[in-house]
């Protein structure tokens, strides 16, 4: 019986998630096409990512709740609520941020690019989310605005905007922002090869 519940979580995260592959150019890579997406890592960091969490999976388009879809879409420029590609500690070589799961826990992760080596980087972790999170929003109907619940991954990654990204400018890197939508979110900064909080310094 253990077997058989096991097997159905690891089908069910599966079902929702999306392969990394190695990149045959040797670079970083998110395309997207329709509704797939591909994420493709230099071989190097795909054993960096394998050495920290062998069953670690970024999520795929599905388990995302509509909203969050929709938000994106109007983000353009192909841009998806589980990665992004950018220069985050400011050395000139670009770095990745993935959020997915394994058959346990979820994840949103950093994956830097050094001179010698990758390093993947924790930057937070939830159980249960795509199981735990319902959002109200509201659907046009005919006759005016229905609310309808919507079930499934609501927080997602992506760089940081506003203040916080004018900030971190200055430093010449991009923050990371794990934003739950209509809620709360979080952005960080790496420093020294570790992912920090980001807090903008009090006005005088």
Known sequence: MIKIIIS?????????????????????????????????????????????NPEFIPFNRNAYIKS????????GDNQVPMAFIDDLDGNGKKDIVLMGTDTKNQYAVAI??????????KLSQWSNLKDTVTVTATEKTASGTTPVKETGVAIYV?????????????????????????GPGDVYEIVNNKAVKFILPQSP
């Open 8 to 52: 159905c979580l690891l089908f069910a995260s599966l079902a929702n998630a999306l392969p990394v592959v190695k990149s045959e150019t040797n670079s970083l890579e998110i395309t997207t096409k329709n509704d797939d997406v591909e994420i493709k890592l230099p071989n190097v960091a795909l054993k960096a990512l394998m050495q920290w």
């Open 68 to 75: 969050v879809l929709e938000l994106f879409k109007d983000l």
């Open 112 to 121: 830097l690019q050094n001179e010698k080596k990758w390093t993947v980087l």
């Open 158 to 182: 992506l760089k940081a905007i506003g203040e916080h990204a004018e900030k971190l400018k200055e430093k010449k890197k991009v923050g990371i922002q794990i934003e739950t939508y209509l």
